[in-house]
C-alpha cells in the first residue's frame, strides 16, 4: 500500500494507493502553517488513512508529499514554500522518522502532472497545466516525469507573449501567466465576488462586453501555455489543472475555440488538431495526491 | 563504416563515419533538383566517397540521409521537400535498392540536432537551433531524438511573441520566425549585399543606428527561441546552428546580450544562466551529414 500526500496552501489531501495504483481511501485536513504544523498534519493523515483501512499500524511501504515549493533532489529538503510558511525543511528526513518508512517529497505541479497522467490514462506523453495563482506546467512521458537540466521544464508560465503586456511577478513583462492564473483573473477582473473566474464566467455568458474580453483573454493565454508545451515538447496531450479548472467545461470550451481561432489562419497549426488534444482534470479529483504516492516509485522520474 | 548524406537546397554533402563515430572521409557536390537528380546525387557521393576511402565497393553498413522536408515515420518517404523539387518520394527504398544498404531518412534539423550531440560533446540533453530561411529546433535526449507525438517536436519557429508583429509563413502573427531566421532578416534588413546578415553585423558593429536595433530585433528573437527551450524541456543546452550560425562569435555575443537584457529584472531567468549554456556550432562543420549517419542506428530515436 502507498500513500501520497498533497500539502497544499489550505488543505492537505491524503489517499491510500494499492498494489494496482487504485484510491481505496481519502482523507482531508486543514493544512498547519510552519514547518512544526506542516510536519505534524502529514504525520495526522497518514494515521486516519491507517484507521480508515482498519490498521493498527501504518500499512504503507512507501510515502510520497507534494509541496508547493522547491525540493531539492535527492533530499526531499524543502525551500521557499511561501505558502506553507517553510523557508527551509528536511521534510523527506523528518517525515521518514516519523512513519518509519522512506518518504519521497515532489513538486506538487510535478506531483499533479504524474497523477493526471495516471487517472486521465494517458499512456505515452502528457503536458499538465496547473492553473493556480500563477502558471507552471509538468510534463510526463511514458509515465516519468521530466524534470530538466535544473528543475525549470514546465516554467513556461514565464515566457513572454506580448512586449506591451503587464509586469509579472517574475520580472519580465506579458509573461503567459499575467494572462492565464489566478492571480491574472485578479488583476483583469477586479471584483469582490467570491469566485471571481465563476463571476467572470457567468457575466460572459450573460454577454457582458467587458467580461467577455477578459475571458477570451484567459483563454487566449491558455491556449498560449498549450502551443508551447506542444510546438516544443509535442506532447500527445495537454491536461489542464489547478484552481481555475474547477471551471470544468466552461473553460475548456473557451480554450479549444481561443485554440481554434490561433489556427484560422495557419494551416500548419489547424494540422496539429490542438483542440482535439486537450483535456481537463474532473474537478475534485485527487491528482497530487495520488501523483505523490506514485513518485514514490524512483522509475517514474527521469533525468 | 556508416554513410551520412546532408542533401541541403543547394549543397549535398557526405561524411564517412568509423566505428567510434569518427568522420573520416567528406565529400560536397551540388545537389540535383528534383526526385531523380536527388536520388543520382546521393549515390554520386557515396561512389566518391567509397572512392575516397580506396575501395570499390561501397564499404558502407547503413546509410542515413537528412532531407529539408517532412518525412514519414519508419518508412523514409519524403513529402513537401519545395527546396529539392520534389513533393513526395519514396527515398529511403530508392536508395535502398540503389547502395544495396538499408537506409534511413531523416528531416534535415533533427539530423543537425543529432550531429551537433556528439560534435559539442554533450551528454545530457540538448536543444538544437536551426536559424536557416526559417527557424526550427531539434530536440536530443541522452543521445536520442525527441520527435514528439506528431513530429512537431521543435516547431517552437512559430510561436507567437508580439501580437503587433510581422504576419508569419504560416498564417499566424509575430511568430519568433518572424525576427530569428534568414528571412526575418531579408525582411528586416532589404540589402543589395550578397550576405544580408554580415551586411547588418558589418554595420551595427560600425554603430549605424537602424542596423543595431534590426540586430537586437533578431538577436532578441533567438533569445525568444532559447528561452522557449529552456522554461519547457528545460535542455541542458541549447546549440544554433544553420546559415545565420555562419556568423560565428558575433551572432553567439549579441544572443548571449539580449539573453542578459531578458533576465535583467527577473531574478527567476537569471537564476537559469542561460547565457552561460548557449553554445554555437562551429561554422563550416558537417553536423547534418554526421547526424543522418548516427541516425542509422535505431536506438537514436525515441517516441
Not at 486543514?30 to 497518514?46: H, I, K, L, R, S
Not at 521530466?146 to 525549470?152: I, K, V
Not at 510546438?231 to 500527445?236: N, Q, S
Request: some cysteine; aromatic content about 2%.
Amino acid at each position: 500500500m502507498r500513500l501520497g500526500i498533497d500539502i497544499g496552501g489550505t488543505k492537505t489531501d491524503a489517499v491510500a494507493l494499492d498494489a494496482t495504483g487504485r484510491v481505496v481511501e481519502r482523507v482531508r485536513m486543514a493544512t498547519g502553517f510552519g514547518p512544526d504544523a506542516v510536519v505534524e498534519v502529514a504525520c495526522a493523515v497518514a494515521d486516519r488513512l491507517a484507521a480508515a483501512l482498519g490498521d493498527a499500524v501504518h500499512p504503507f511501504d512507501a510515502v510520497g508529499v507534494g509541496v508547493p515549493g522547491l525540493v531539492e533532489p535527492g533530499t526531499g529538503r524543502v525551500q521557499h514554500a511561501v505558502n506553507l510558511g517553510v523557508s527551509d525543511l528536511p521534510l523527506a528526513d523528518l517525515l521518514s522518522v516519523r512513519l518509519g518508512v522512506a518518504v519521497t517529497v515532489e513538486n506538487d505541479v510535478n506531483a499533479a502532472a504524474l497523477g493526471a497522467y495516471h487517472l486521465l490514462g494517458e499512456e505515452r506523453s502528457m503536458g499538465f497545466l496547473n492553473l493556480g495563482t500563477g502558471l507552471a506546467a509538468g510534463i510526463v512521458v511514458g509515465g516519468r516525469l521530466w524534470r530538466g537540466a535544473r528543475g525549470a521544464a514546465g516554467e513556461l508560465g514565464h515566457l513572454p507573449v506580448d512586449p506591451r503586456g503587464a509586469r509579472c511577478a517574475c520580472g519580465q513583462v506579458g509573461c503567459i501567466e499575467t494572462l492565464a492564473s489566478g492571480s491574472a483573473v485578479a488583476r483583469m477582473w477586479p471584483t469582490s465576488a467570491e469566485l471571481p473566474a465563476v463571476d467572470l464566467f457567468d457575466r460572459a455568458e450573460r454577454g457582458e462586453r467587458e467580461a467577455v474580453e477578459v475571458r477570451d483573454r484567459l483563454a487566449d493565454g491558455v491556449a498560449a501555455a498549450v502551443r508551447a508545451l506542444m510546438l516544443t515538447a509535442d506532447v500527445d496531450t495537454v491536461a489542464i489543472g489547478g484552481g481555475l479548472s474547477n471551471l470544468g467545461e466552461r473553460l475548456h470550451r473557451e480554450v479549444a475555440a481561443a485554440l481554434q481561432r490561433s489556427a484560422a489562419h495557419s494551416a500548419f497549426l489547424a494540422s496539429l488538431e490542438l483542440p482535439t488534444r486537450v483535456r481537463l482534470v474532473p474537478p475534485g479529483t485527487a491528482i497530487a495526491a495520488v501523483g505523490a504516492a506514485l513518485a514514490t516509485d524512483t522509475e517514474e522520474t527521469v533525468h
